[in-house]
């Protein structure tokens, strides 16, 4: 019988199921054995208070603690227990990577679900990425990236809907997916009919835009209050360091080098970290600012709400028009409406 455990109270070794709500943060299944402090840290970190624990499937050594959970009432007994394979038997990026391919590839899926598909195949993605930047995981991602990119601009209908969904918790690799499918939509609009630009590789550069931020803590990126000189410091390098941890992996290209240097600078050079003017920056970094901006303000941090849409894009015209460049934020509003 599963048991109902504090997260408080959670330990390696225990099977825990995460019910219907695995899909929303990114677990990558529903059902698996904690091996690690870091997966307690992030299900706390997911909004977890409680999980089901199944004892008969955890470690013996955590099994005697298991009594003392509360048994679980007659719904939440038929949560889904899915069969998986151990940890060690497959590699998730490459599972990953197969089912994304298979969907794009697969006719009989309306674009509608196709949407659904890319997105949530691509924040788990980004958040192995992120959880641990390898080179291999970085290239692996880059591929995923590269078909996705490919999809969006021979498919109208999923990239329509893929403007729709993005999710609004404002978590690196959730931000960073959000700003990739939207820089992506917004350069194949700019450059439609113009040669010359590799879209993949754009792609690649707007995913990962924030690949420098992978060990800044959440709680730092959604810090409501001042950062002190350290915590800004550490912010103020996530675009140089993620250029090496790129060109480590062998990565880095001049597009994936100018979008992830230049996100954060500004048109009337108010940015960092060099504090660019107009012509300084690329129209590369210049795309991926507009989205930056945009997901974070339509997506809920700890000191605000999210804005919607629409009021989203008349406070980046009202009051941040100097910091974009105006024929591509008018783009950006077009794909809105
Ligand atoms: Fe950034
Ligand atoms: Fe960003």
Request: glycine share 6%; proline share 6%; with cysteine.
């Amino acid at each position: 019988m599963l048991k109902k455990i504090k997260c408080a109270d959670l330990e390696i070794g225990m099977y825990i199921n995460l019910g219907e709500s695995w899909m929303r943060h990114s677990f990558f299944r529903p059902a698996f054995k904690i091996t690690s402090v870091k997966q307690i840290k992030k299900i706390a970190a997911a909004g977890f208070r409680s999980v089901m624990v199944d004892p008969d499937r955890s470690d013996p050594a955590v099994r005697s603690k298991l009594g003392e959970g509360q048994p679980v009432n007659g719904d939440s007994q038929d949560l889904p227990m899915i069969e998986v394979p151990d940890e060690n038997e497959f590699d998730p990026m490459e599972q990953i990577s197969d089912e994304l391919v298979a969907a794009i590839e697969d006719p009989a899926i309306p674009p509608e679900k196709k949407a659904e598909i890319v997105y949530s195949h691509s924040i788990r993605m980004m958040d192995n990425i992120l959880q641990e930047p390898s080179p291999e995981n970085i290239l692996k991602g880059k591929t995923m990236i590269y078909a996705t990119v490919d999809h969006i601009l021979a498919d109208d209908e999923t990239a329509d809907h893929l403007s729709q969904i993005t999710s609004h918790d404002y978590y690196t690799y959730t931000h960073s997916v959000n700003v990739g499918l939207l820089s992506v939509l917004l350069a194949k609009e700019a450059f439609k009919n113009i040669e010359g630009h590799d879209m993949q590789e754009l792609g690649a550069g707007f995913f990962l835009h924030d690949l420098g931020k992978c060990d800044v803590p959440a709680s730092l990126i959604n810090k409501p209050d001042k950062l002190s000189p350290q915590e800004w410091e550490l912010m103020r390098n996530h675009p140089s360091k993620g250029k090496r941890l790129l060109k480590e992996a062998r990565q880095l290209s001049e597009e994936c080098a100018l979008i992830v240097m230049q996100h954060h600078e500004r048109e009337d050079g108010t940015g960092y970290p060099l504090g660019l003017h107009r012509n300084e920056i690329h129209d590369y970094g210049r795309i991926c600012s507009i989205a930056d901006v945009y997901d974070a303000l339509t997506s809920t941090r700890a000191y605000k709400k999210k804005l919607p849409p629409f009021q989203a894009l008349q406070v980046m015209k009202d009051e941040m028009f100097h910091h974009f460049n105006r024929d591509l934020f008018g783009i950006f509003v077009s794909i809105f409406s």
